[in-house]
């Protein structure tokens, strides 16, 4: 079973460019999410979604957007990369079963 | 907002030695799951344990047990005989509020 998969791992961008990460779940989950991870800040809501077609802010959510047209999948967008974004964004999803499955990160840098 | 605290930055045991990492949340809810997660160098993370609210008893799993207090929203987590294979980040979580603690490293010394 892959469960989520996240792509991809390892991405450098320049300030101001584009990029989106893609989450992939083959669990019919319901629901999906997007965490950053930052050290001494644990891991951070960016937006989630509770079913196909829906999307909601986080904790964290300016200067990134999402998608979610299929069940299956749910896209990260940055629109213009700053330095602050540098970080490792994990995806999750879950439902109906309590807990959280993650993907295995996206490690990315803005120079 | 509501949080989860995770007071220790850094933890520290011997091999085959106990070790019980802390962490406090803030709910109004009363029915509601908590989790802790492990994170190795490997980045990926990994279930270590659930604890329902609505159940009496502490959950355990295998070397991993929880002390769960309820009313003073405690929930934290027992590392039995110690293994180098735990030395990790431990996050404690509420899903209910999709919320993490900020971590504890643990490491473990031979």
């Known amino acids: 079973n892959a469960g989520v998969t996240q792509t991809p791992k390892f991405r450098v961008l320049k300030t101001g460019q584009s990029m989106t990460l893609l989450c992939a779940q083959d669990?019919?989950?319901?629901?999906m999410y997007w965490y950053r991870q930052d050290p001494g800040m644990g891991l951070r809501l960016i937006h989630y979604?509770?079913?196909?077609?829906?999307?909601a802010k986080g904790e964290v959510p300016d200067g990134y957007n999402v998608s979610r047209l299929k069940k299956q999948n749910f896209l990260l967008g940055l629109e213009s990369a700053a330095p602050s974004q540098t970080s490792v964004y994990f995806c999750?999803?879950?439902?109906?079963?309590?807990?959280?499955?993650f993907g295995s990160g996206t490690r990315l840098t803005v120079v | 907002a509501q949080t989860v605290t995770q007071s220790q930055p850094e933890m520290s045991v011997q091999e085959a030695e106990t070790v019980t990492l802390s962490c406090t949340y803030d709910t109004s809810e009363s029915d509601y799951y908590l989790f802790w997660y492990k994170q190795p160098p490997s980045r990926q993370m990994i279930l270590v344990i659930r604890?329902?609210?609505?159940?009496?008893q502490n959950a355990t799993e295998n070397r991993f047990s929880v002390n769960f207090q309820k009313a003073a929203k405690s929930f934290s987590l027992k590392i039995s005989d110690s293994q180098l294979g735990d030395a990790a980040m431990y996050f404690c979580a509420y899903l209910n509020d999709m919320r993490f603690g900020a971590g504890t490293r643990l490491t473990v010394k031979p």
């Open positions: 979604s509770v079913g196909e077609g829906t999307t």
């Open positions: 669990m019919n989950h319901e629901y």
């Open positions: 604890q329902e609210a609505y159940k009496q």
């Open positions: 999750a999803s879950s439902y109906p079963a309590p807990g959280y499955t």
